[in-house]
């Protein structure tokens, strides 16, 4: 079973829409968990972090952190052409500050 | 320069060269890291260095060899690489204040191509 696990994509949704990325982990004593966005040919990017049990929102971004199911998910509102990109999610295991990360989902936003 | 900074961009080698890539960062953090990201694969942490020290070597091949000087400044040496290593070298770095994990940053990159 892999660590972090999200769908590799793309997944495709029409400006303006709402854009659900998801993420599952299987170490469940992790506590801190990070989306980060990549453009093509670029480095990652942090857009948020997460620690608690619930909903984190910034601006357009809201992260959703469910540990007793083990799943942490990315929601983009508006989505814009400009958030085509692929989305890391990376969740902290384990001792000291190693992350571990997923694949990446690839979101395509179409006009 | 702010952020992380990473030289050469590009880099293109053969298997007998021995090279070096460099990356300071410029944010006050305390811990760097390696990183290789090869396509359709996950970020592979290589190393860890907090305050100057080595804490984490992922079963990494002698072939890389990391220095890191001071809290500013890592390096990855690399000699008698093979074609398998071509992939994006990416390093980051965190304040190291938490032992929950916290928010890594990254550099642009060094895409490296083993010839």
């Known amino acids: 079973q892999k660590e972090v696990e999200q769908n590799s994509g793309p997944l495709s949704v029409p400006e303006g829409a709402i854009a659900s990325l998801n993420c599952t982990y299987s170490?469940?004593?992790?506590?801190?968990f990070f989306w980060y966005r990549q453009y093509s040919g670029k480095s990652p990017e942090l857009i948020m972090f997460i620690y608690s049990n619930g909903d984190k929102e910034d601006g357009r971004f809201t992260a959703q952190l469910n540990k007793a199911s083990q799943y942490v998910s990315l929601l983009i509102r508006d989505s814009q052409p400009s958030d085509s990109a692929t989305y890391l999610c990376a969740v902290h295991t384990g001792g000291g500050n190693k992350l571990t990360f997923g694949t990446g989902t690839q979101l395509k936003v179409e006009l | 320069e702010t952020g992380v900074t990473q030289t050469p961009r590009h880099l293109v080698m053969g298997m007998t060269n021995k090279k070096s890539l460099k990356c300071e960062q410029h944010?006050?953090?305390?811990?760097m890291y390696w990183y290789k990201q090869s396509a359709k694969k996950p970020l592979e942490l290589m190393f860890v260095?907090?305050?100057?020290?080595?804490?984490e070597n992922n079963s990494v091949p002698s072939r890389f060899s990391p220095e890191c000087p001071n809290s500013s400044h890592l390096f990855l040496h690399l000699h008698t690489l093979q074609p398998e290593d071509s992939a994006l070298y990416l390093c980051?770095?965190?304040?190291?204040?938490?032992?929950?994990?916290?928010?890594?940053?990254f550099g642009p990159g060094t895409r490296l191509t083993v010839t």
């Open positions: 170490d469940r004593g992790s506590q801190s």
């Open positions: 980051a770095s965190s304040q190291d204040r938490t032992l929950f994990g916290e928010e890594q940053y």
């Open positions: 260095y907090n305050f100057k020290e080595q804490t």
């Open positions: 944010l006050g953090h305390n811990a």
